[in-house]
């Protein structure tokens, strides 16, 4: 049972069973203070402290399951949520509440390395495989290039091998399935990352209340995912050169330090990444004990 000041009514949320997201939509909500305990096997499982229930299905399913009001919420790739909401012609039955910082890749147009390649004008009349089409004839339509489109579920990238295809537009991050298959990617037509969509129709108030505390809690996991602590000693004279020196760090607290006038310490939160170049700087500029921590969560 939910403590006492939550809702009642309970959010349906759903998430990959598993593949590229699974992990990533758990520990987010895990971060958020969700726990939920028991295996995934069972489909459909209740989190323990919250209102809230989540539904393992494939990715696929997510946008229609949201978009048809099945569940509240979804945590899906923006690359099939686009896909899918062509597909239907309502690209407005759903909302995109807070995009994420996971599942980063692009949909990309790819052709065999030896094949000569200018500009987007020679796709046209070649037959090109993809699990996206609607993605792809949006892309060639704005393009003004006519091809084919060669639906398949998956494994586009041995097509062209095959004779299925001449061309793939298919999933790329790292780049490496690509090399695998002696493919090399030539057009991007679609950034993705996975996103939080809910259902179009408002929530009622129970509900709508526990989403807002999930995103507040979700805001303040990415919020401080690209934040820092950094605590360090600095000489008085060169205060002023070390502050400049610290990314993103608007208020820093200067405190005396004891035994040493000459010094003080210098705590800030910076909101960008605390490189070694930028370590280096701060030691140069007479910084000393200069310690950098992750913070977990933020609320401002
Ligand atoms: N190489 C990648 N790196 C990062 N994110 C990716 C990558 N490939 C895909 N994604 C993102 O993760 C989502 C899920 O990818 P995955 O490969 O697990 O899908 P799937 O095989 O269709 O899974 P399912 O069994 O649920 O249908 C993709 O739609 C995309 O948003
Ligand atoms: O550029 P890379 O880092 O190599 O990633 C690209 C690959 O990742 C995805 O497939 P995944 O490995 O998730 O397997 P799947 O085809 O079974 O979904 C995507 O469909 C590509 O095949
Ligand atoms: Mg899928």
């Known amino acids: 049972m939910p403590p006492a000041n939550l809702p009642k009514d309970r959010l349906r949320l759903a998430v990959q069973k598993s593949g590229r997201l699974h992990t990533d939509s758990m520990d987010l909500l895990k971060a ?12 459909l499982l209740h989190a323990d402290n919250f209102p809230l229930d989540l539904l393992f299905v494939r990715d696929d399913d997510i946008p229609q399951l949201v978009m048809d009001g099945v569940c509240d919420l979804g945590i899906v790739g923006q690359n099939v949520l686009e896909e899918s909401a062509l597909e239907r012609g309502t690209a407005n039955a759903y909302v995109s509440e807070r995009v994420l910082d996971f599942g980063g890749c692009r949909l990309a147009i790819a ?11 020679d796709l046209a009349g070649l037959r090109i495989a993809t699990s996206y089409p609607q993605l792809t004839k949006r892309y060639l339509a704005q393009q003004g290039v006519s091809a084919d489109v060669v639906t398949l579920s998956g494994s586009v990238e041995i097509a062209p091998r095959l004779g299925l295809a001449d061309v793939i537009c298919d999933l790329v991050s790292s780049g490496s399935t690509l090399e695998a298959n002696k493919l090399r990617a030539v057009e991007t037509i679609f950034k993705s990352t996975a996103a939080l969509i809910r259902n179009a129709r408002p929530l009622n108030a129970e509900k709508a209340h526990a989403l807002e505390i999930i995103l507040r809690r979700l805001d303040g996991v990415q919020k401080a995912a690209g934040t820092k602590y950094i ?3 600095a ?5 002023a050169a070390i502050k400049a020196l610290l990314p993103g760090s608007e208020n820093p607290t200067v405190l005396p330090l004891a035994g040493d006038d000459s010094k003080v310490a210098l705590h800030a939160v910076c909101s960008e990444d605390v490189f070694w170049e ?15 921590l992750p913070i977990e969560k933020m609320m401002l």
């Open 32 to 43: 958020c203070g969700i726990k939920i305990k028991s295996p995934k096997e069972k489909l």
């Open 111 to 121: 052709l065999p390395e030896e094949r000569p390649y200018a500009s987007v004008k």
């Open 231 to 233: 605590m360090l000693h």
């Open 235 to 239: 000489p008085k004279a060169n205060l």
């Open 278 to 292: 930028t370590m280096d700087a701060l030691k140069k500029a007479g910084a000393s004990s200069i310690l950098v």
